[in-house]
């Protein structure tokens, strides 16, 4: 068992449809038709939504992912329409609310590795394929590899693990121009992350994005694929401080790998493997956690956190 360890009630804005409320974010429709999406102060880990939030977490997620759109822009479109907050609803909701295209989305997690770690490493360890990929012998936890891989998973709902899948499945699932037109999109997009962030010291190990289909008049599909969601955050990648980057090790990072290793220490009192809900963060997690991620925004973007 899995999942939220208190989910929270929607909060009720005139003329906004509550459609969701995933692990981190909120979404709605406003009268247009257009999605609205509320980055909250939510962390997971483990398949959980854990019971204490980082504070100024969903501003940062969505403030990060508006610069990358910005890096991103000649490259892929993205789903952005505005930035304002709806009439009526909640003051703290500034800074976190993203006012976006419908799309369809496609039901794929598009990975993009150039680092070797996590469940790619466990993969690796027992036939030396990712996602049927082969790789190299002789590669440990942080070996960068020969060139960045794609590496796709199924979208899970809450409480479930997203699962590796190869290319040939996402191929079945979407079709074979749409699987090559998100391993290129998504191989494009890791390349240039890489590049900036390898420039401002940071080591970008893996990411995940999303996409989907415009809708064309009446409803259909289109053909032009769109970067959605959240986009090279702490939340969806690993992000490596590059001086002290060492293979064969765990890595420090700038993302939520510091509420991991908390939770499966001893001072947690906790077995992720069980089924008994997550413990409340020490505050001093929460406040580390919280530096972790104004440290990566100001590192990647240049700009101080206010």
Known sequence: MSGFVEKPEPVEVPG??????????????????????????????YDWVLPTEIPDKGRILTQLSLWWFDQLADLVPNHVLATEIPEGAPADWAGRTLVCQSLSMLPVECVARGYLTGSGLAEYREDRTVCGIALPEGLVDGSELP?????????????????????????????TETAAQLRQATLAVYNRGRDIARDRGIILADTKFEFGHALAEGGADGHELVLADEVLTPDSSRFWPADEWQPGRPQSSFDKQFVRDWLTSPASGWDHRGEQPPPPLPAEVVERTRAKYVEAYERLTGSRWA
Do not use: C, Q, W
Request: a negative charge.
């Open 147 to 175: 060139s960045p891989i794609f590496t796709p998973a199924t979208k899970a709902e809450v409480g479930e693990h997203d699962e590796n899948v190869s290319y040939e499945e996402v191929a079945r699932r979407v079709g």
């Open 16 to 45: 906004l449809v509550h459609l969701h409320t995933g692990k981190v974010r909120d979404l709605y429709r406003n009268e247009k038709g257009d999605l609205v999406m509320v980055a909250s102060d939510r962390m997971s880990a």
